[in-house]
């Protein structure tokens, strides 16, 4: 299994698996196919509303020898309503412990984004909204998350911390107070956005970056965006469906290729056994420079999951 190596010495795999919209009745089965299979990284997240049975099926894969806690890479994320920084880790411990694990490998900031508390009794996971439907923001500053995160390391509950959705100009920030450096980036990437220049920053600072939604519109054609119905399928691309044709792959593997051959990581889900398998090989083959060129050439700046956009913060992400 290809690996990427952190700017703290840890070592994460290049392809995880990625648990959003994993439904709550197949996950722990998902979860421990895919450990089967070969996935030792788990891309989870407060939100998605299935740490319990993602760690059900990680128990089962362990009870049964088939891995050890230390072969596998489990990821988390901080919620934006526990952006506070006294709600930090008491949140990260509950996650740990509905994952029935005592530390993450990796704990992110999932979005910028600061909303008012939730209390977990009340709604858990809570969404975008407050219980009674409206969006509330919180006054928590990024520096008073990040301080918190940094403490989940000391602490020994994180192995490493990082963001998500953060664009250039806010990690230059982050750096400037930062006492332990993001280990990650995880931002949307496809390639229909191709942004060359924030992997440049990321990489200049030594932060790995991972790629989600590695397919384009297809994630959000699941949830009926208009905008991904009225966005050109990639896996039916001519530039992908010809590359596909000469190496033998799937479009599905061209594209992760794509990403992985940039040096980044990828964690795209699938619910399907046998795409769950191709969508893991995809570190074997190697595309030449100008076909990785024709497919960062089909670039559109076209973001999906974006945060201000209002139409989206009623929905899970
Ligand atoms: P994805 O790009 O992995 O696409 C998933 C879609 O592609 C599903 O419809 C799936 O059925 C289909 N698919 C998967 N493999 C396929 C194959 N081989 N052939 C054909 N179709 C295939 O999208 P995603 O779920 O949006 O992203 C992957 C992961 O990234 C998520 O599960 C989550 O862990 C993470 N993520 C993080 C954020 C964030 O804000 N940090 C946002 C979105 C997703």
Known sequence: MATIKLNNGHQMPQVGFGL??????TCADTVYNAIKVGYRLFDGACDYGNEKEAGQGVARAIKEG????????LVSKLW??????????????????????????LYIV???????????????PPGWTAP?????LSNATIQETWTAMETLVDAGLARSIGISNFQGSLILDLLRYARIRPATLQIEHHPYLVQPT??????????????YSSFGPQSFIE??????HDTPVLFEHGVVTGLAGKYGK???????????????????????????????????FDLEKGELESISALDRHLRFNNPTDNQRLDKRC
Request: no cysteine; charged share 25%; proline share 5%.
């Open 66 to 73: 088939l891995v050890k806690r230390s072969d596998l890479f």
């Open 80 to 105: 934006n309503s526990f952006h506070d920084g006294p709600r930090v880790m008491p949140i990260a411990k509950k996650q740990l412990e509905d994952w029935g694990i005592d530390y993450f490998d």
């Open 20 to 25: 959003w919209k994993v439904g709550n009745e």
């Open 250 to 284: 799937t479009p599905a593997q061209i594209l992760l290729r794509w990403a992985t051959q940039r040096g980044l990581a990828v964690i795209p889900k699938s619910n399907n056994a046998d795409r769950l398998k191709q969508n893991l090989e995809v570190t074997g």
């Open 110 to 124: 999932h979005f910028p984004v600061s909303l008012k508390y939730v209390d977990p009794a009340v709604a858990y």
């Open 223 to 228: 949830l009926d965006w208009q905008k991904a």
């Open 198 to 211: 924030l992997l440049q920053l990321a990489a200049s600072e030594g932060i790995a970056v991972t790629a």
């Open 132 to 136: 009674d439907g409206s969006v509330q």
